[in-house]
């Protein structure tokens, strides 16, 4: 069974700084992963999807890496701002199970 | 069109009551998915359709009925609910391939209160 961890849980940044968040899988027979934002009591945004074969994707300020062998995939946001404030998903897709599983989140606070 | 879309956004029912949800979307998708959310917890797969047909049951209750009447809609029936199953449900879509899943995009959700 898929278990799927971020690290850390919550984190509170000011204004203009890079961070990385951090993602590790169990499983590591995924097709691809896919990192999400959820702002309270709303659905979740696709940021970013990245294939099993690729290494790294990019999307503006936003660059998420994948070691599929290691089990680990990061999401790299730099210079932040308060706009980026959210929980932070990440879910690989499992061949196995034919699902997403998700990782328990990290929630951000950008503050000015 | 490039949005999923639910309704209601909220819902209040008894434990005695029938309602139901409704998801479409129109990219031309033929996955579509409910998920439950609780507080603060990352959203668990329900069920999944795949061409209009059911695909995956992650043992749900009958209380939870889906219906998926055509591409573009998503329905899910609910029944003698219970307090427990207050929660945020989400729909998503992806475009189907043989060789997994691609990219699932999700709505805003229903929020639902059980009473």
């Known amino acids: 069974k898929q278990e799927v961890t971020q690290i850390p849980a919550a984190l509170s940044v000011p204004e203009g700084e890079n961070l990385v968040l951090n993602c590790s899988f169990t499983?590591?027979?995924?097709?691809?992963l896919q990192w999400f934002r959820q702002d309270p009591g709303k659905g979740l945004t696709s940021l970013l999807l990245i294939q099993s074969s690729q290494r790294e994707q990019t999307s503006g300020r936003l660059n998420a890496s994948l070691d599929k062998s290691s089990g680990r995939s990061t999401l790299y946001i730099a210079a932040s701002q308060p706009g980026d404030s959210a929980t932070y998903l990440c879910?690989?897709?499992?061949?196995?199970?034919?699902?997403?599983?998700f990782g328990t989140g990290t929630r951000l606070q950008v503050t000015l | 069109d490039t949005e999923v879309t639910q309704t209601p956004k909220h819902l209040v029912m008894g434990m005695t009551n029938k309602k139901s949800l409704k998801c479409e979307q129109h990219?031309?998708?033929?996955?579509m998915y409910w998920y439950k959310q609780k507080a603060k917890k990352p959203p668990e797969l329900m069920f999944v359709y795949s061409y209009e047909k059911l695909s995956i049951n992650e043992s749900v209750p009958s209380r939870f009925s889906p219906e998926c009447p055509n591409s573009s809609l998503l329905n899910l029936h609910l029944h003698a609910l219970q307090p427990e199953d207050s929660a945020l449900y989400l729909c998503a879509s992806s475009p189907r391939s043989s060789g997994g899943a691609r990219e699932q995009f999700f709505g805003p959700g229903t929020r639902l209160t059980v009473l």
């Open positions: 879910a690989p897709y499992t061949g196995t199970a034919s699902k997403l599983t």
């Open positions: 499983d590591s027979a995924i097709y691809n």
């Open positions: 990219m031309g998708h033929r996955a």
